[in-house]
T-cell receptor
Framework: DTGVSQNPRHKITKRGQNVTFRCDPI?????LYWYRQTLGQGPEFLTY????????KSRLLSDRFSAERPKGSFSTLEIQRTEQGDSAMYLC?????????????FGNGTRLTVT | AQSVTQLGSHVSVSEGALVLLRCNYS??????LFWYVQYPNQGLQLLLK??????LVKGINGFEAEFKKSETSFHLTKPSAHMSDAAEYFC????????????FGQGTTLQVKP
């Protein structure tokens, strides 16, 4: 169990550019979640996958955001035409889903700064 | 719908003093509750969880929490604060469906003074 890995740790980009983040979940975890956290707030749910299927997307996930999890392993989150309001910490979590009591295991996040 | 309210965005205690971080929840189904800790520039680490059974739950680093259905509360305590406990703490509730997603409170920053 090497934990959830996220890359890059930090990303600075100019407004209007596209960015992509990667998440490698704990091996064999069937569920993967993306959250967004702004300063002084708790994480907010964005989307989740069960294996390769994206099962739910939050209304926070505008059409500029897209997430994939090909082959049910790693996942990518892409933001197109970034805006300053996208500046946040993007957290990935995974779980071995067996029921509602299954805890989420979080990575260290990718901090995005849009200038 | 599920929600969590953490009372007090900042809590300051002296080293060795009791830590009490408050969490109240709202849930349309029997709640599954979690406490996570976040150190600066890091992700969230699970401290403890309540699902069913014993209402007093023990977690890592000497923390524990008590589920009180009548008060819809799940407060986090530690008898004696250590400097290394300084961090942000989040209470969360599982949503009612089978998504497994967590709904988080806004967090409480714990400061420990020497």
């Amino acid at each position: 169990d090497t934990g959830v890995s996220q890359n890059p740790r930090h990303k600075i980009t100019k407004r209007g550019q596209n960015v992509t983040f990667r998440c490698d979940p704990i091996s064999e975890h069937n569920r993967l979640y993306w959250y967004r956290q702004t300063l002084g707030q708790g994480p907010e749910f964005l989307t989740y996958f069960q294996n390769e299927a994206q099962l739910e997307k939050s209304r926070l996930l505008s059409d500029r955001f897209s997430a994939e999890r090909p082959k049910g392993s790693f996942s990518t989150l892409e933001i197109q035409r970034t805006e300053q309001g996208d500046s946040a910490m993007y957290l990935c979590a995974s779980s071995s889903w067996t029921g509602r009591d299954s805890p989420l295991h979080f990575g260290n996040g990718t901090r995005l700064t849009v200038t | 719908a599920q929600s969590v309210t953490q009372l007090g965005s900042h809590v300051s205690v002296s080293e060795g003093a009791l830590v009490l971080l408050r969490c109240n929840y709202s849930s349309s189904v029997p709640p599954y509750l979690f406490w996570y800790v976040q150190y600066p520039n890091q992700g969230l680490q699970l401290l403890l969880k309540y699902t069913t059974g014993a209402t007093l739950v023990k977690g890592i680093n000497g923390f524990e929490a008590e589920f009180k259905k009548s008060e819809t509360s799940f407060h986090l305590t530690k008898p004696s604060a250590h400097m290394s406990d300084a961090a942000e703490y989040f209470c969360a509730v599982t949503n009612s469906g089978n998504t497994g997603k967590l709904i988080f409170g806004q967090g409480t920053t714990l400061q420990v003074k020497p």
